[in-house]
């Protein structure tokens, strides 16, 4: 999933990204009883380094854009706010 994100050139890729993460947790949750079954398999070095070096990268994307634009500084929290609302 991360280097589908970060290979894509789509607008909405965080909203992909998200719903993807989302969807792959959601089977367990609806089934507390399922256990999932290991499988202990090689795996060389590159490709660990591989997947690190994706997941940081990721990680560098998410902060940049949580910073706030034009300053160093994060936003504190997110909040929602309406930007209009029917009286």
Do not use: C
């Amino acid at each position: 999933m991360i280097r589908q994100y970060l290979t894509s050139q789509a607008l909405d890729k965080d909203y992909i990204y998200w719903d993807k993460a989302i969807a792959s947790k959601k089977p367990t949750a609806r089934r507390p009883d399922l256990v999932l079954a290991a499988k202990e398999i090689n795996v060389r070095a590159q490709e660990i380094a591989s997947l690190l070096d994706q997941a940081l990268a990721k990680v560098e994307v998410a902060i940049s854009k949580a910073k706030i634009k034009g300053r160093q500084l994060y936003h504190p929290y997110f909040i929602n706010q309406p930007l209009a609302w029917e009286t």
